[in-house]
Nanobody
Framework: EVHLVESGGGLVQPGGSLTLSCVASGFTFSSYTMAWARQAPGKELEWVSVIKADGEYTAYADSVKGRFTISRDNAKNTLYLQLNSLKTEDTAMYHC????????????????????????RGQGTQVTVSS
């Protein structure tokens, strides 16, 4: 059975930092491009960062570039997202997911889903930025 379990969210003041983790099991984590996406209430899902399977290439949406850092440890089947200089507009539920690929379009990241039956997304961890 496949599991993607996110953790590390919480309440933080503007300008603060958090580190999110996503532990994967039940599939070959090291074979997939992985991504973090977020969704705020009433808003569409936004893909904020991706990392290729070997960890050698990363990409970010313009909204988080320079503030967030994605990384992975394939030996631990774990994906990370370091969130720095947090803003109130970063408040959202953050999910990890595997991707087939992605491309950039007007400053946004656009995902390409894996083949049917091997597309996974975790339940998410809540990040709230508020004073």
């Amino acid at each position: 059975e496949v599991h993607l379990v996110e953790s590390g969210g919480g309440l933080v003041q503007p300008g603060g930092s958090l580190t999110l983790s996503c532990v994967a099991s039940g599939f070959t984590f090291s074979s997939y491009t992985m991504a973090w996406a977020r969704q705020a209430p009433g808003k569409e899902l936004e893909w904020v960062s991706v990392i290729k399977a070997d960890g050698e290439y990363t990409a970010y949406a313009d909204s988080v570039k320079g503030r967030f850092t994605i990384s992975r440890d394939n030996a631990k089947n774990t994906l990370y997202l370091q969130l720095n200089s947090l803003k109130t507009e970063d408040t959202a539920m953050y999910h990890c997911a595997n991707l087939g690929s992605f491309y950039r379009y007007r400053g946004a990241l656009v995902p390409i889903a894996p083949p049917p039956g091997v597309s996974y997304r975790g339940q998410g961890t809540q990040v709230t930025v508020s004073s």
